[in-house]
């Protein structure tokens, strides 16, 4: 899978620069226009190669964080975030739409990856829009419990099953099956909402 991860025009990884966010590609309709080119000449380049499976717009999106300090992503402020930008440059959906229209004029069958606001965070799969192509697959990223499945913050010290602290917060919830079934929850409901099969999402 290609994705244009660390240095996406305007939209630079924060580790290679200087730990700072790099919002500019949501702010700038210049910058987003020259990504359809950008993806259009990639795409033809690499559209029959045997490697290949499939191409990630753009590697955990923020322009929330970036633009409106959303530091903790959750399904009331993605929704909040969604409804005040839409159709103008921060619009995630917006953005997805035009480069998904790029690709395809040069590759109608290689998958397409789209990933929600928030670092492709859980909370915010039900604000994306799907596209109607059935190859086109939505991916999120989730770490939760973030201390227990990060070696570094954990330790060794919590194991699973078992309570965990709270994201960044004092307190802790716990982790077992219900858990996981109750953070998934709001996957299955965008999918069936959508009538999306299980094929188009991606973990």
């Known amino acids: ?14 580790q290679l620069n200087g730990d700072n966010d790099d919002g500019r590609l ?5 910058l987003q226009k020259q990504a359809a080119p950008f993806w259009t000449d990639l795409a033809w380049k ?5 490697a290949l499976v499939g191409y990630d717009l753009l590697n955990e999106p923020h322009p929330g964080r970036t633009l409106a300090g959303l530091e903790e992503v959750t ?3 993605c929704r909040a975030w969604q409804r005040s930008v839409a159709g103008s440059a921060p ?11 790029a690709i395809r004029s040069v590759d109608n069958r290689t998958p397409i990856i789209v990933e929600p606001a928030g670092y492709a965070a859980l909370a915010a799969v039900p604000l994306l829009e799907p596209i109607d192509d059935e190859a086109v697959i939505c991916s ?3 770490y939760e419990p973030w201390v227990y499945t990060t070696k570094r913050a954990n330790q060794g010290r919590y194991e699973y099953p078992s309570r965990m ?8 919830e716990a982790w077992d099956r219900n858990q996981i079934t109750e953070a998934f929850a709001a996957v299955g409901e965008w999918t069936r909402s959508h009538a999306l099969p299980p094929s188009r999402v991606l973990l």
């Open 1 to 14: 899978m290609f994705s244009p991860s660390s240095a996406f025009p305007g939209a630079r990884w924060k």
């Open 26 to 30: 949501w702010q700038s309709e210049d």
């Open 46 to 50: 690499l559209r029959d190669h045997p």
């Open 75 to 77: 399904s009331q402020g």
């Open 91 to 101: 619009d995630l959906n917006r953005w997805n739409r035009r480069l998904v229209t």
């Open 140 to 142: 999120f990223h989730t």
């Open 165 to 172: 602290p709270i994201g960044w917060h004092d307190g802790t």
